[in-house]
């Protein structure tokens, strides 16, 4: 049987589509549509059921997969593992959000610059975004707070990041302990310093805190937490930021928390790959890297 062929399987079969399987591949999709057919002709069984929207694997086409798979990373992680002998060093592309992936992420990962790793870093606010570019091969490796749906990529949690309720101590002080009475009544009195127009990481706060949506309306809104964070320390308002980012600042007291919940909010971030790609070595040391480090953030 052909190696191609089987490749080619493998791709539609993790993708989902003839459509992303092509852009994976680099193939037209006519192209890679017509290797599949020739494969399913020499097995005398259809491996996809067609649909308007992607592809379903058959049960012979789960089986297949299961078999084939593994075998065919394995062949991937021998010839990369070539590859790294013979240029000494590869590149690992990485997308992710701005703020985690500077703070966290790109720290953890230049060790490796030493092993023999480049980094190139792409950074998306989206999580969708960012999956799309992976899906598409626009990356290797992605860190996202979404976990994804489908076969064609794999997610890996990597850490939880706390989310607190913070303002200027001008807010605080001007608040006193009425937030602590009468909760976000008194907390939407402040002007909003946020992310989106949406108030994404707000909502998320007052759903899980007070089981209710922010009745405020934005007054700063900047697509950078860092941003967020320098104009609450201002006085601009109030916002919801990860502790990772905002610690320093609570402790030398140039934001304080304002509510401190029982349970505190939390948002699981996720390591990404395209399946089976972790048998490229360059991606799995990367992969690693960020899970032994993850266990201190």
Sequence with gaps: MDLALLRTFVTVHRAGSFTRAAALLGLSQPAVTGQIRTLERQLGRPLFLRQARGVTPTTIGDELAHRAAPHLDALVEIAETGLDDEWGVRTLHLAGPPEFTSARALPALTPLIGQGLALRASFFANAEETLDGLAAGHHDLAIATARPRGGLLTATPLCDEEHVLVASPRWAARLGHDVLREGHVVLEQLPVVEVHES???????????????????????????????????????????PRYLCEAALERGEIVALYDPPVPPLRTY????????????????????????????
Excluded: C, K, Q
Aim: aromatic content about 8%; cysteine-free.
């Design 270 to 297: 996720f390591l990404v790959v395209r399946t089976g790609t972790l048998a490229l070595p360059h991606i799995a040391r990367a992969h690693e890297w960020l899970l032994r480090a993850s266990v201190d953030w």
């Design 199 to 241: 108030l994404p990481l707000v909502s998320r706060y007052w759903a899980s805190v007070f089981d209710s949506r922010p009745a405020a309306a934005g007054a700063v809104i900047a697509p950078d937490l860092r941003a967020v964070l320098e104009s609450t320390a201002a006085g601009a308002g109030l916002a919801v930021l």
